[in-house]
């Protein structure tokens, strides 16, 4: 009785093709991984620039209301807010503005990129407004047209031309960040003396 070696060996390498692909598995699903954990890093980051610029404009406003005796409280919409700004500004750092824009100085990306994402902060204010006016306005149209009938438009003009700043600032310290490194800005605001940037102009 003879055995059949060959069953053996097609064994054998089916096992060891088996093996192969799993151990090929395994980096690209720690690859998928690392880039959710950097991901939601980065949204946390960003988010927590948000938080505080958009916590720091909610104290201005408490305390100019407070001077007329209006209380204020809006810390749970100030850190949605945060987050939902965030998220967006994160996906759309990757969309690009176009081979004009990219031939032209970082200035006009930031202008722009500023623009367009306050005048989308401009358009949610207004709609956010116009939903909430919908029912004494007899409608979301009619809504949208009552906000710039009454005080409503002065609190759209003031948030959008608050989150612009931000945005602003933001789109700068991008600039800077591609240009620097993630380090490189790091240790030119937190290691790096003052008296040393004068020796690197």
Do not use: C
Not at 22 to 48: D, M, N
Not at 120 to 130: A, D, H, N, T
């Amino acid at each position: 009785m003879t055995f059949d070696w060959s069953f053996v060996s097609t064994v054998d390498h089916q096992t060891l093709e088996s093996a192969e692909s799993t151990e090929a598995e395994e980096p690209a699903a720690l690859t998928l991984r690392q880039k959710v954990l950097h991901e939601i890093k980065v949204v946390g980051l960003v988010t927590l620039y948000f938080a505080f610029t958009f916590g720091v404009l909610m104290l201005l406003k408490r305390l100019v209301l407070a001077q007329y005796q209006i209380g204020f409280r809006g810390l749970s919409m100030v850190l949605l807010g945060a987050l939902v700004v965030a998220k967006v500004v994160v996906v759309l750092e990757h969309v690009p503005l176009g081979s004009w824009v990219r031939r032209r100085p970082a200035a006009v990306d930031v202008v722009l990129r500023t623009l367009l994402y306050t005048l989308g902060v401009f358009v949610v204010l207004l709609l956010e407004k116009g939903f909430e006016r919908r029912h004494e306005a007899g409608g979301f149209g009619p809504g949208i047209v009552k906000v710039f009938q009454n005080r409503d438009v002065y609190h759209v003009w003031a948030g959008t031309i608050a989150v612009g700043g931000a945005l602003l600032v933001f789109n700068v310290a991008t600039i800077l960040r591609e240009h620097l490194g993630r380090r490189g800005l790091r240790r030119l605001f937190f290691v790096m003396p003052r008296e040393e940037l004068k020796k690197h102009p």
